[in-house]
């Protein structure tokens, strides 16, 4: 695990004093890398609003849960893939703060150049294939990584995140039609806050979102996506399945989104109201709760929680010092990485370029 | 050489590059047990089985993706569209999805992958099944596309485009299957962006790509009996573009007409045109003239489905026009 957490133990040797099976130090440690999402979007809130990141900024607060629980047991060389509310699942998966940060301030050091910005968070050598803007585009994309698993005999798996609103597109159908046939190793998570942007689930469904999966025999979970140790238990024992060769299953994670859609959107709006924000946010805080279960059970005390987020915060402020101080991209580069194979027949791009390139001299007609 | 049809050339390309990579695989509509909705896959199946040679449900969006996320993994899908109007419904994975991955990941993401199938109309399939696909491909930068108008360029393009790191569209003639032509025995790839001159004239340029080259080769027929002898020019690829080419054969006519199965509206066409008058402007003696389908939806109709195809008529017509001639 990223960010200084270790793997918590399988299940059955829960150590003395722990909860659900989980140990002190991975209670701790599930707690402190979740304080390390909420303040990294918080910085990003914090960095929007003075102008440091441009165009659109979706902000995972209020589901931290779902990115220390579900990507959490995953293993090094499982993927991930999801759509653009994706920050904190980038750093789960193994993406530095620094790198993300980078990316969100559009630097060369950015885990995407500069190229891809908040919504487009890439690093495969993590196993984190992106940062999707075109709702339910990633879902097909996300059942070929697993394609590809199969195709090489491999044992590893592809977690495929979405939001509510996805299951309404074709992309979602047709993938999970075909990871049944094909019996792919894939979980497709739905991170379910209840709203697409601000429409309601529930007015664009008339069935549950569990029941979304059965027509094409996948079977389907509801868990508690505020619930971190839960979502780790049980993300932990269906990622075992998969692996196995159980093919896909499909996931309802019950979540709330503490912001707006995007940073351009306010809190509550005219869609939901900021009773039911507030509400949300007293009582389903995921990391309040695990907070408020270990100091229940004395695993934790005040200073201890301040260290964390002292830690949290400094890592945060440091990831964007470091973005702010990271050049923007050398402007000589706009062109490349549009093909991967540039030869040195025809022309390939058509604004002029090749022609002038031709001219001086060089390749490209 | 041996004379085979179109449809047995991209066979051999495909044989002869899963023959030599396991990572490239076929998977579309009907590509395995059926053979084919056009009978290009024939065999395959029986060949590399069932793990490299896949039926697909109908279901374009989602197993365009999935091939473009199987290519993300580093394979080399060829995923067949039965034919490319129905790739329309795929086109956010194609666009959104191949085109832009290596850009938005700073090349950490190549996907190299080839979707391929036939493009334009065939006879009176009417509105839906007939129309040219090119220029929504040829429009996003990421992505390449070939129209190969021969067998042997079908072979040698197909290779090309199985062995490209990045997307290959592959844009096939549903009336080219049957034709036959020389092809090259063992290994033959033809490199993209490479032009070819496929009649050599000097009076008038006819330019343009994959089945319709037959078209213009008939009206350089009929131009001939009237003295008039026209360069036909087979782009084989349209991006890259082999810009060069266009270039010289104006260069030697003075004289341009582009020649496309599709809508005028900024059609490729348009983009050669354009290209002519900014780099050979003093070559030319005759604004370039344009062939297009009409720009109508394909009718059903014989006679009007007629009307609306470019025909070697029009193509004479036009070159006459920027000869002069009336």
Same mark, same amino acid.
Request: net charge negative.
């Given at each position: 695990?990223?960010?200084?957490?270790?793997? +918590?133990?399988?299940?059955?040797?829960? $150590?003395?004093?722990?909860?659900?099976?989980?140990?002190?130090?991975?209670?701790?440690? &599930? &707690?402190?890398?979740?304080?390390?999402?909420?303040?990294?979007?918080?910085?990003?809130?914090?960095?929007?609003?003075?102008?440091?990141?441009?165009?659109?900024?979706?902000?995972?607060?209020?589901?931290?849960?779902?990115?220390?629980?579900?990507?959490?047991?995953?293993?090094?060389?499982?993927?991930?893939?999801?759509?653009?509310?994706?920050?904190?699942?980038?750093?789960?998966?193994?993406?530095?703060?620094?790198?993300?940060?980078?990316?969100?301030?559009?630097?060369?050091?950015?885990?995407?150049?500069?190229?891809?910005?908040?919504?487009?968070?890439?690093?495969?050598?993590?196993?984190?294939?992106?940062?999707?803007?075109?709702?339910?585009?990633?879902?097909?994309?996300?059942?070929?990584?697993?394609?590809?698993?199969?195709?090489?005999?491999?044992?590893?798996?592809?977690?495929?995140?979405?939001?509510?609103?996805?299951?309404?597109?074709?992309?979602?159908?047709?993938?999970?039609?075909?990871?049944?046939?094909?019996?792919?190793?894939?979980?497709?998570?739905?991170?379910?806050?209840? /709203?697409?942007?601000?429409? #309601?689930?529930?007015?664009?469904?008339?069935?549950?979102?569990?029941?979304?999966?059965?027509?094409?025999?996948?079977?389907?979970?509801?868990?508690?996506?505020?619930?971190?140790?839960?979502?780790?238990?049980?993300?932990?024992? &269906?990622?075992?399945?998969?692996?196995?060769?159980?093919?896909?299953?499909?996931?309802?994670?019950?979540?709330?989104?503490?912001?707006?859609?995007?940073?351009?959107? +306010?809190?509550?709006?005219? /869609?939901?109201?900021?009773?039911?924000?507030?509400?949300?946010?007293?009582?389903?805080?995921?990391?309040?709760?695990?907070? $408020?279960?270990?100091?229940?059970?004395?695993?934790?005390?005040?200073?201890?929680?301040?260290?964390?987020?002292?830690?949290?915060?400094?890592?945060? #402020?440091? #990831?964007?010092?470091?973005?702010?101080?990271?050049?923007?991209? $050398?402007?000589?580069?706009? /062109?490349?990485?549009?093909? #991967?194979?540039?030869?040195?027949?025809?022309?390939?791009?058509?604004?002029?370029?090749?022609?002038?390139?031709?001219?001086?001299?060089?390749?490209?007609? | 050489?041996?004379?085979?049809?179109?449809?047995?050339?991209?066979?051999?390309?495909?044989?002869?590059?899963?023959?030599?990579?396991?990572?490239?695989?076929?998977?579309?509509?009907?590509?395995?047990?059926?053979?084919?909705?056009?009978?290009?896959?024939?065999?395959?199946?029986?060949?590399?089985?069932?793990?490299?040679?896949?039926?697909?449900? =109908?279901?374009?969006?989602?197993?365009?993706?999935?091939?473009?996320?199987?290519?993300?993994?580093?394979?080399?899908?060829?995923?067949?569209?039965?034919?490319?109007?129905?790739?329309?419904?795929?086109?956010?994975?194609?666009?959104?999805?191949?085109?832009?991955?290596?850009?938005?990941?700073?090349?950490?993401?190549?996907?190299?992958?080839?979707?391929?199938?036939?493009?334009?109309?065939?006879?009176?399939?009417?509105?839906?099944?007939?129309?040219?696909?090119? !220029?929504?491909?040829?429009?996003?930068?990421?992505?390449?596309? !070939?129209?190969?108008?021969?067998?042997?360029?079908?072979?040698?393009?197909?290779?090309?485009?199985?062995?490209?790191?990045?997307?290959?569209?592959?844009?096939?003639?549903? %009336?080219?299957?049957?034709?036959?032509?020389?092809?090259?025995?063992?290994?033959?790839?033809?490199?993209?962006? *490479?032009?070819?001159?496929?009649?050599?004239?000097?009076? *008038? @340029? =006819?330019?343009?790509?994959?089945?319709?080259?037959?078209?213009?080769?008939?009206?350089?027929?009929?131009?001939?009996?009237?003295?008039?002898?026209?360069?036909?020019?087979?782009?084989? @690829?349209?991006?890259?573009?082999?810009?060069?080419?266009?270039?010289?054969?104006?260069?030697?006519?003075?004289?341009?007409?582009? %020649?496309?199965?599709?809508?005028?509206?900024?059609? *490729?066409?348009?983009?050669?045109? @354009?290209?002519?008058?900014?780099?050979?402007?003093?070559?030319?003696?005759?604004?370039?003239?344009?062939?297009?389908?009409?720009?109508?939806?394909?009718?059903?109709?014989?006679?009007?489905?007629?009307?609306?195809?470019?025909?070697?008529?029009? *193509?004479?017509?036009?070159?006459?026009?920027?000869?002069?001639?009336?």
């Amino acid at each position: 695990m990223p960010g200084g957490v270790g793997a +918590p133990e399988a299940e059955g040797s829960p $150590d003395e004093g722990g909860i659900a099976g989980f140990s002190r130090e991975e209670m701790h440690a &599930l &707690l402190a890398e979740m304080l390390l999402y909420r303040r990294f979007e918080e910085k990003a809130e914090e960095a929007y609003a003075i102008g440091k990141i441009g165009g659109f900024c979706h902000l995972h607060i209020g589901q931290e849960a779902l990115s220390a629980g579900a990507i959490g047991p995953l293993r090094s060389d499982d993927q991930v893939i999801t759509a653009y509310r994706e920050h904190t699942q980038a750093i789960a998966k193994g993406i530095s703060p620094r790198a993300a940060m980078a990316e969100l301030f559009g630097r060369v050091d950015g885990c995407s150049g500069g190229r891809g910005g908040s919504m487009h968070l890439f690093d495969p050598s993590v196993g984190f294939y992106g940062g999707h803007g075109i709702v339910g585009g990633q879902i097909p994309l996300g059942a070929g990584l697993a394609w590809a698993i199969r195709y090489r005999g491999g044992d590893q798996i592809c977690l495929c995140f979405m939001g509510d609103a996805a299951v309404n597109q074709g992309a979602f159908l047709e993938s999970l039609n075909m990871s049944a046939i094909w019996q792919l190793p894939i979980i497709y998570v739905v991170e379910n806050n209840g /709203y697409g942007m601000g429409t #309601a689930f529930s007015r664009v469904s008339v069935t549950e979102m569990e029941s979304r999966s059965g027509a094409y025999g996948i079977p389907a979970h509801t868990v508690d996506g505020q619930d971190v140790l839960e979502c780790y238990r049980f993300f932990e024992a &269906l990622a075992e399945e998969v692996r196995g060769g159980d093919g896909p299953h499909f996931v309802n994670a019950v979540t709330y989104r503490f912001r707006g859609h995007s940073m351009s959107d +306010p809190v509550s709006g005219t /869609y939901r109201s900021r009773k039911e924000v507030e509400s949300q946010k007293r009582e389903r805080d995921p990391i309040s709760l695990l907070r $408020d279960r270990m100091f229940e059970a004395g695993l934790l005390t005040p200073e201890e929680l301040q260290a964390h987020d002292d830690r949290a915060r400094e890592l945060c #402020a440091d #990831a964007a010092d470091f973005a702010d101080s990271s050049p923007t991209p $050398d402007p000589a580069t706009l /062109y490349d990485h549009v093909y #991967a194979e540039v030869g040195d027949r025809g022309r390939l791009f058509l604004d002029g370029r090749d022609a002038a390139r031709a001219a001086a001299g060089g390749a490209g007609r | 050489m041996t004379e085979m049809t179109y449809r047995d050339a991209l066979n051999a390309a495909m044989l002869q590059e899963m023959d030599r990579d396991d990572s490239v695989f076929l998977l579309g509509e009907e590509v395995a047990e059926y053979d084919g909705a056009y009978k290009v896959s024939r065999g395959m199946l029986e060949r590399y089985g069932e793990r490299r040679v896949v039926d697909a449900p =109908i279901s374009e969006l989602g197993f365009a993706g999935l091939c473009v996320g199987a290519a993300m993994a580093g394979l080399r899908p060829i995923c067949e569209f039965m034919t490319f109007n129905f790739s329309i419904l795929a086109l956010d994975q194609v666009i959104n999805g191949a085109a832009k991955m290596l850009y938005m990941s700073n090349g950490q993401i190549p996907v190299p992958i080839v979707f391929r199938g036939p493009t334009g109309a065939a006879l009176q399939l009417s509105a839906q099944h007939s129309q040219a696909c090119e !220029v929504y491909y040829a429009h996003a930068p990421g992505v390449k596309l !070939v129209v190969p108008g021969t067998p042997a360029d079908a072979k040698g393009l197909l290779a090309a485009a199985i062995r490209d790191d990045d997307p290959v569209a592959v844009m096939e003639g549903e %009336l080219l299957y049957n034709v036959r032509g020389e092809v090259p025995d063992g290994e033959h790839v033809v490199p993209l962006g *490479v032009a070819d001159l496929k009649r050599s004239g000097g009076d *008038v @340029s =006819i330019i343009t790509h994959g089945k319709m080259i037959h078209v213009a080769l008939q009206a350089a027929g009929q131009l001939a009996q009237d003295g008039i002898e026209a360069d036909v020019l087979d782009l084989r @690829s349209l991006r890259p573009l082999d810009v060069d080419a266009i270039l010289a054969t104006v260069a030697r006519t003075n004289r341009a007409v582009y %020649l496309e199965e599709g809508w005028p509206f900024a059609g *490729v066409g348009a983009q050669v045109a @354009s290209l002519i008058q900014q780099e050979a402007f003093d070559d030319l003696d005759a604004p370039v003239a344009r062939v297009t389908q009409a720009d109508v939806p394909m009718p059903y109709a014989k006679n009007l489905e007629q009307l609306a195809k470019p025909g070697a008529k029009a *193509v004479v017509e036009a070159c006459r026009r920027v000869l002069y001639l009336g």
